[in-house]
């Protein structure tokens, strides 16, 4: 068992201010009309960064690696899918959609794992 260290603190708060301040870089430099971006698709890289700091962190090992693995099957499933229901795979409509599912399982698993770090201490 572990004490709590004031770095547990940022890294818990961590996706909120990504995504604030990835919401702050699209409108200040209007990349919503140039590329069409969200917040959520600049926060995905530093999601990623805090899923391999918490784990390590709280674990002693990162797992940070088998979510690779795991986004890799995804993009696997993802062309299935679109090959299967569209019956044919539209970049564009690929990537979007895949960056956009990688994002949701990155915010799924940091909220995994703070919830596991934070049991870890009781």
Request: charged share 10%; with cysteine.
């Amino acid at each position: 068992m572990s004490t709590f260290s004031p770095i547990y603190l940022f890294w818990y708060i961590f996706p909120v201010i990504v995504l604030f301040a990835s919401k702050l870089c699209i409108s200040v430099f209007s990349l919503n009309k140039r590329f069409r971006l969200k917040a959520t698709d600049i926060a995905v890289p530093f999601l990623l960064f805090g899923i391999h700091q918490l784990s390590t962190l709280s674990f002693q090992f990162s797992i940070f690696p088998y979510f690779l693995i795991t986004l890799l099957l995804l993009g696997i499933a993802l062309a299935i899918f679109q090959a299967y229901f569209f019956e044919e795979i539209v970049y564009r409509r690929f990537f979007k959609m895949y960056w956009r599912s990688v994002f949701l399982f990155a915010l799924v698993l940091y909220i995994i794992l703070i919830i596991f770090s934070i049991v870890q201490f009781f």
